[in-house]
Every structure is written in C-alpha cells, then in structure tokens.
C-alpha cells in the first residue's frame, strides 16, 4: 500500500468516490481529464494506494477546474478539499500559483464552491433549540453567549489540530473534532451566527478546519488496533467518575425537591397558626409528648 499520510495524496478509491459525483463513468473521466480509457481504469484499481504524484496532480488539477466552475462545484466533499488542493497545481484561471491567502481555510473553502451562507441556513434547519426568551436571555445576550461559544470552539478545533501533528491516535482526534462540532450544533449557533448575525466566515472556517482535522486523523489511522481509553470499564478514573455523577444527580434531586415548611420550636398553638396562615392545606400531626 503506497503513501497514504500526505494531505496531497489521492488515492483510487478517491478518483472513484470524485467520478460518480461527477456523474461519469470510467471512460467519460479519462475523456475529461484527457488520459487514455486503460489509465482511469488504472487509477481507481489502486484502490486505497496512491496515485503516483504526476497522476494525482493530473486528476486534481480536472478537479479543481471542475470545482470552480463546472460539473464539481460545490460537490466536492469536505474531507478531500485539502487533498485536491495540495495535490493540485492549478490555482487559478492564469497562474498555477496559489491564490493570496489561498493557505487560509476559509478562501480554500469558497475556492471549492461552498457558500458559507447556504451552507449556514441548511444547518439553521437543523437546529432545534428553543428562542432566546425560553432560555432567560435577551436577543443580544444569546448572540454574545453564541459569539463566545465559537470563539472557544475555534481554540478547541485548534487543540485538535495539534492532537493529530502529534499523532494522537486518529480515533481520537476524530472524535475531537466530532464533538466540538457537534456541540456547536446542538446549541443552535450555526444558524444564528451565520444566517442572523452574518458571520458565516466563523463558522465555514470552523466546519473547514474539523474536516480536515478528521480527514487527515483518517489518513493516519490505517490498518491501526483501537486505542486505550482511560475510561474504559473497571478503570478506578471512571469509578470515580461515575460515583460523581451519581453524587450530583442526587444532590440535584434533592436541591429539586419541595421542603416542608419547618415549625420547629414554635408552640402547638403558635404551630397551629402557623399552618393555618401559611400553609392552610398541610396536615399536621398533634405532638406526641401531648
């Protein structure tokens, strides 16, 4: 199996995954890209090995021009954005340099074809969380309480990325940024950050970055045995832990509960006052001292 670490690497089974995208078949690729009918067929017999680097740049360079304008617009899938680009040496109408700040992910997002406001409503019908005066906060609170939110989700994206140059097990470098993103959903801020406040660009770069967070764990995760978790069943970390949660579901419940008024120290006729004025519905039992 060749190669298959490098963000520029594409693979057999990625030139597959592109062409039935693209609507093609075998032999309309090879007329597209303008190879012979024997070399596409070649390329996706790879399968998971990579391409040779004067093919995946071939292929990638149909890519990107049909990313930008053409039948791939928009299509492209996330996870291999990076990959065609870094394999690609068509940038540009012009030049087969990259584009000013092509580095950055947000431009390499909007080069490909996605919109960071199409893609920010489809989210916002996604999410289903309540309005802001269901939570106790202005329009104006909720929006900074969303702003904060992705602000501290770019710096836990970022600690992801880090995860994987350090070569974290790929598992869990893709649930990082699994969960980030998904945390982000759940709260509802895609939408309204994107649609109603207008930064998208916060939240294209934020679904750029996970991506290749995840794409790249990927590539680095082959053929690898599961990894160890600390909290794995026995694990004295996770007994501790679930006897915190059962402690603070408990103290919660009880916080919860209603509590009888407290007569203590009153007189069975100040007592008897007490609960006709102030809780005339509540029974109460007659000393038994009396």
Known sequence: ????????????????????????????????????????????????????????????????????TGSLRGQVPVELQYRVWDASSFKGEDTVSAPSGASDPEERAAWYGIDPVALAMSLHRADHRPPAEALGLSRLEL??????????????????????????????????????????????????????????????????????????????GEDMPEPHSIWGDGNPLRTMADKAAEQSRVESAEAEAPSAPDYSGLSKADHGLAAYEGEKDIAFDADPED
């Open 143 to 220: 929006a900074d309480a969303y702003m904060g939110l992705l602000a501290g989700a770019d710096d836990a994206i970022k600690f992801a990325e880090d995860a994987v140059k350090l070569k974290v097990h790929p598992k869990i470098a893709q649930a990082l940024a699994t969960a980030i993103l998904d945390a982000v959903m759940d709260t509802g801020a895609f939408g309204v950050v994107s649609g109603v406040i207008g930064h998208s660009e916060l939240t294209s770069r934020l679904l750029v970055r996970a991506a290749s967070v995840r794409a790249v764990a990927a590539l680095q």
């Open 1 to 68: 199996m060749g190669d298959t670490k490098s963000t520029g690497v594409i693979t057999g089974n990625d030139v597959k995954r592109i062409r039935e995208i693209a609507g093609l078949t075998q032999a309309g690729l090879a007329e597209a890209v303008g190879v012979a009918k024997k070399t596409a067929y070649n390329w996706e017999s790879r399968e998971h090995a990579a391409l040779p680097a004067a093919a995946a740049t071939k292929f990638a360079n149909w890519v990107a021009r049909e990313s930008k």
